[in-house]
């Protein structure tokens, strides 16, 4: 996934957001609401020197960036 450039933040930045037509959260929302992870497992996976040396290089968070890119994998094949 990738971020907004900074030069597209600063090129909304002075955009209002019109929130008019989003209806305010209440108590009743917050008692009915349900908070849903997803259920993580952990999984010995062999994957090449090369790649995991990849994702390692890009910072905290590899084994998070791997999952979403098989999700996002997963949802394209399911497309299909």
Not at 59 to 72: A, D, K, M, P
């Amino acid at each position: 996934m990738s971020k907004p450039s900074k030069s597209s933040d600063e090129q909304f930045a002075h955009v209002p957001v019109d929130t008019s037509d989003i209806p305010e959260l209440d108590d009743a929302f917050f008692r009915q609401a349900e908070l849903r992870l997803p259920t993580k497992q952990t999984v010995t996976i062999r994957l090449d020197a090369d790649v995991l040396a990849w994702f390692k290089d890009q910072g905290s968070g590899y084994q998070t960036r791997i999952n979403h890119l098989l999700r996002q994998y997963m949802l394209a094949q399911q497309r299909r």
